[in-house]
């Protein structure tokens, strides 16, 4: 018996030491089938929908290898000094990515500077709130033609259909949090006559980040949708003007490589929110 204890805290011992241990079966079994479970639905729809797509010669729904050739061919076929990016790359790419971040940034700024203010002023939310619910129920497909006088045709109104499309997440959520703060915090900070700034970064907004993180990362999604639909509308380049062009053009590989691109792009940008707000929330976790 006292073997088996010494043998099991020397085996402690050495987990918590610098020498790295190797993982024990089970853990990697674990690990086998976690990622069967999250990567071999994909895996399989993509070589069911290969020997299909190849067997019935279907033209709206190429093979996926024809459509991971045909990006290949129209971004990444470049030469190794401009990191194989085409020309293409670089005219529907980084235009998109350029739009993309600064609607979703302004977007972000005045939708929690406003979702703070709001939710901490009464007066302020019975005064605006009723307004900013009846602006978010309207589509910002149907404001386009009014975006269009305002502000052209061209980039300013490409971030600013971004910007009020995805802005509505970000404010409801930060006026939420903001409501949702303990008033015990809120009351000792007066005790302590703590100042405005104070507040506001020690007790507002640590207090209201979960569920202004959550705020931010739906709009991620809906900047990428916003993105694609001003570009198809009232742009000369990027992703969504690409996806109109391949559609004139009956390009079917061209559309689907589009398509595809935009997927990996909102996975890529939703997997790098998720270890943000892992990290930013991890002492709620420990908590």
């Known amino acids: 018996m006292d073997g088996c204890a010494r043998h099991g805290s020397q085996r402690a011992v050495r987990r918590g030491g610098a020498t790295p241990v190797p993982l024990a079966p089970r853990e990697n079994g674990t690990i086998v089938i976690a990622s069967i479970r ?31 050739a045909r990006m290949y061919e129209m971004w990444f076929s470049g030469p190794p000094s401009r990191g194989f990016l ?25 939708g929690i500077a406003l979702g703070v203010v709001i939710g901490s002023l009464r007066v302020v ?30 980039t300013p109104l490409q971030v600013a259909l971004i910007v009020f499309g995805v802005i509505w997440p970000i404010l409801i959520n930060t006026m939420e949090g903001v409501r949702s703060i ?7 900070a007066a005790v302590l006559r703590l100042g405005l700034g104070h507040r506001l970064f020690r007790i ?13 990362r739906l709009s991620i999604s809906l900047a990428l949708i916003m ?43 939703n997997a790098a929110f998720v270890a943000l707000e892992r990290r930013h929330l991890a002492w709620r976790t420990h908590a």
């Open 204 to 216: 507002v907004l640590p207090a209201a980040l979960p569920k202004i993180l959550a705020g931010l």
């Open 38 to 68: 999250r990567f071999g639905l994909p895996a399989a729809v993509a070589a069911g929908w290969e020997i299909v797509a190849r067997a019935a010669g279907m033209f709206y729904f190429p093979p996926p290898s024809v459509i991971l």
């Open 86 to 110: 085409t020309p293409e790359a670089a005219s529907d790419l980084l235009p998109s990515l350029a739009r993309l971040g600064t609607g979703w940034g302004m977007a972000a700024v005045v």
């Open 227 to 269: 993105m694609v639909v001003s570009e198809m509308a009232g742009s000369t380049d990027g992703m969504g003007y690409r996806l109109r062009e391949a559609e004139g053009s009956i390009d079917v590989a061209a559309m689907w490589s589009v398509i595809t691109l935009l997927g990996v792009l909102g996975i890529v940008l």
């Open 125 to 154: 939310s019975a005064l605006l709130e009723p307004a900013l619910h009846f602006a978010r129920s309207m589509p910002p497909s149907a404001l386009f033609p009014m975006f269009m006088l305002l502000f052209g045709i061209g």
């Open 182 to 188: 303990d008033p015990g915090y809120l009351d000792t």
